[in-house]
């Protein structure tokens, strides 16, 4: 009993925030004592309130109390820590599996709350007390628990490894630097653990620097993922906007249509009616004309006969069948040609319009880098359906196979006149604009064929210089022959080396100004890349040798 009452009187001098003995007690207004640290810990915590309370009896304080340290309470806890009694500790003060155990402890063991790199054993707060009041003891070097401290002991002789072999990279004691490391370069522990300290803190600087790179880039990029989000739902409400006007504009224009083929209806038919009402009567008035003829045919009385017949004979002029021509109906056929017309024009225009806006869909960007592919699978992901515009190519240029293939023929085409047609160059130029990332293939047959770029307002007109590709600074070319490539840009000609396929890839990646030409058999062969600024949307060009008939090219479809 009077040990379970020193356990309870221990217990009084305890804060119950730490279950520890008061370390700088403080006694607030309501009576209740606390560590100084842990009621301000607490009050910290409960400063964005406002309003301060007492852990245990929840008593609260407006403002925050000023602390003073209860000094007659701070003797009676050092007396209390001179007797040298303990209360018996909590369950979660005893050693676990996982925590360093005291040394010193005898049955079941405290937790190690310090070792002691002097003694290399570890202390419970109880045993430590020695390196506190012991003068030979506090010039021992104390650390945070640890299970490692017989790693510091030479296996070969026992002793306490304080040397640091340079020569060996490894920590020896004083006997091992009498034997096998006598020689060696070597300080002490603590020498080598100062200049290796300075390292470690310039390591430390360096990876606090990179973290504070990455936190900037972290944060840059989630600006930007705003900013994508911002723009993409924006972009999305306005596109959404133009086709639902587009959407009632083609709506109002078939309405319009509707209503005017309906009154033309109307009209027409009201005129036909009524020339048909009086056609109609006509025949009424003529069949009792025919009816009276024929009854007087039938008369004996010759008098009577003639004195009837100048009533009887005299007819109308036909003045309403007369105005009816035998001609090919047309009714409203021309209105549906019409119709049909101005729907092929407008999937001419969405077909070429929906092209650029997916391009430039896939043409946006954030900060990361995107490198070039390094396999053609890796291109592939940017293949794109290219056609060539018959309003482009040149007289003896042959378009087939959908429009993707071109072919150099003997005889001149019956193009119509077109001011985008090449007059001078039998060349001929993508119905679609590329921008963004693109890739394609040309399949080539022929002793020469040219695979380009070129900006829109190449001329079309002219000599070589003006409107050849690769020959001005609107173009950039690789000419194919037989056994050699050449590019072009500036009518600065390069020789290219490089293995001969009866296929190239084109890779564009119009942001970053880069233009690669690879040849492709089983493998992709990197030609030439152009580093450059595109400034405006680029075309697919094609260029087949003059005079060389029947070569040709085309524009491959790849998945």
């Known amino acids: 009993m009077a040990q379970k009452g020193v356990q309870l009187d221990r217990e009084r001098f305890s804060c119950s925030i730490c279950l520890d003995l008061l370390k700088d007690p403080v006694t607030i207004s309501c009576g209740h004592s606390y560590c100084m640290s842990c009621i301000k810990g607490h009050w910290d915590g409960e400063d964005q309130k406002g309003i301060h309370s007492c852990p245990q009896c929840r008593k609260t304080f407006i403002p925050r109390p000023v602390l003073g340290k209860n000094t007659m309470l701070a003797d009676l806890v050092e007396q209390l820590k001179k007797t040298g009694l303990r209360a018996a500790p909590a369950d979660h003060c005893y050693a676990g599996a996982e925590d360093v155990a005291c040394d010193v402890c005898s049955g079941r063991k405290l937790k190690a709350v310090k070792s002691c790199l002097s003694c290399l054993a570890s202390y419970c707060e109880e045993h430590l007390q020695p390196h506190y009041d012991v003068a030979p003891f506090r010039k021992h070097k104390l650390v945070e628990p640890s299970n490692k401290l017989q790693e510091n002991i030479c296996s070969d002789h026992g002793e306490v490894m304080k040397i640091f072999c340079r020569t060996d990279q490894k920590c020896i004691c004083y006997l091992c630097l009498m034997d096998d490391h006598k020689g060696h370069d070597t300080v002490s522990a603590a020498a080598e653990r100062t200049e290796r300290q300075r390292e470690l803190e310039g390591s430390r600087q360096q990876i606090q620097q990179r973290i504070q790179d990455a936190e900037k880039d972290v944060k840059l990029l989630q600006q930007e993922l705003e900013a994508i989000d911002r723009s993409a739902d924006k972009t999305e409400e306005h596109s959404q906007k133009i086709f639902s006007q587009l959407i009632r504009l083609l709506q109002k224009r078939s309405s319009d249509v509707k209503q005017q083929i309906r009154s033309q209806q109307e009209a027409e038919g009201s005129r036909v009616k ?36 100048p009533s009887v004979a005299a007819l109308r002029g036909a003045t309403h069948s007369s105005s009816i021509q035998i001609r090919p109906l047309r009714h409203f056929e021309d209105v549906t040609a019409a119709v049909s017309k101005l729907r092929e024009k407008l999937q001419d225009i969405l077909r070429e319009e929906w092209t650029n806006i997916s391009l430039r869909v896939a043409d946006v960007d954030v900060l990361l880098p995107q490198p070039e592919p390094t396999s053609r699978a890796g291109f592939l992901r940017y293949s794109c359906e290219i056609t060539l515009d018959p309003n482009t190519a040149h007289r003896y240029l042959l378009l087939s196979e959908g429009n993707r293939k071109v072919t150099y023929m003997k005889h001149l085409q019956s193009y119509s006149d077109y001011p985008d047609r090449f007059t001078n160059r039998s060349q001929v130029l993508s119905r679609e604009s590329l921008t963004g990332r693109c890739y394609w293939e040309v399949e080539m047959r022929g002793e020469y064929v040219g695979v380009a770029v070129a900006y829109k307002n190449i001329s079309r007109t002219g000599g070589w210089t003006e409107c050849g590709f690769g020959f001005n600074d609107k173009s950039w070319a690789l000419d194919c022959s037989s056994n050699s490539y050449t590019f072009m840009y500036n009518n600065i000609k390069t020789s290219i080396s490089g293995p001969r396929a009866s296929r190239v890839g084109v890779y564009l990646d119009h942001r970053a100004g880069i233009l690669s030409f690879y040849s492709v058999s089983g493998t992709m062969t990197l030609l030439h890349r152009v580093q450059t600024t595109f400034t405006q949307m680029l075309y697919a060009g094609i260029w087949l040798n003059y005079d060389s008939y029947g070569s040709s090219a085309e524009l491959c479809k790849v998945k």
Request: proline letters at 0%.
């Open 274 to 309: 009524e020339l048909q009402e009086k056609l109609e009567q006509e025949i009424t008035e003529l069949k009792r004309k025919d009816a009276e003829l024929k009854q007087l045919s039938h008369t004996e009385d010759h008098s009577q006969f003639l004195h009837s017949w």
